[in-house]
Nanobody
Framework: QVQLVESGGGLVQPGGSLRLSCAASRSIFSIYAMGWYRQAPGKQRELVAAITKGGSTNYADSVKGRFTISRDNAKNTVYLQMNSLKPEDTAVYYC?????????????????WGQGTQVTVSS
């Protein structure tokens, strides 16, 4: 079973920066779209940023200009660079990916989630 493993969360002061990483736990045949979602207490999970295999990106309006999503296809890893963090960015951040594990048993990509990493922005 493929797992997406996130790292890089923590406590940061307003205006600070964090970099989240997410990597697959086993061999992958192919990864397609990858993204980061977040869920704050009492709120629904929301898309923060997404990136296609070709590198096209889209962002939630609330993070445009502050967050940057990127990926390393050779390492099956996606990153989220978060700058100018605000208290309202506090949430559990989840990695998500459409991928086909190796060896191939089913060619259709499955959708996978990471376990989440806590980001807290507070002074």
């Amino acid at each position: 079973q493929v797992q997406l493993v996130e790292s890089g969360g923590g406590l940061v002061q307003p205006g600070g920066s964090l970099r989240l990483s997410c990597a697959a736990s086993r061999s992958i045949f192919s990864i397609y779209a990858m993204g980061w979602y977040r869920q704050a207490p009492g709120k629904q999970r929301e898309l923060v940023a997404a990136i296609t295999k070709g590198g096209s990106t889209n962002y939630a309006d609330s993070v445009k200009g502050r967050f940057t999503i990127s990926r390393d296809n050779a390492k099956n890893t996606v990153y989220l660079q978060m700058n100018s963090l605000k208290p309202e960015d506090t949430a559990v951040y989840y990695c998500n990916a459409d991928l086909v594990p190796a060896p191939i048993t089913i060619a259709t990509p499955g959708n996978y989630w990471g376990q989440g990493t806590q980001v807290t922005v507070s002074s």
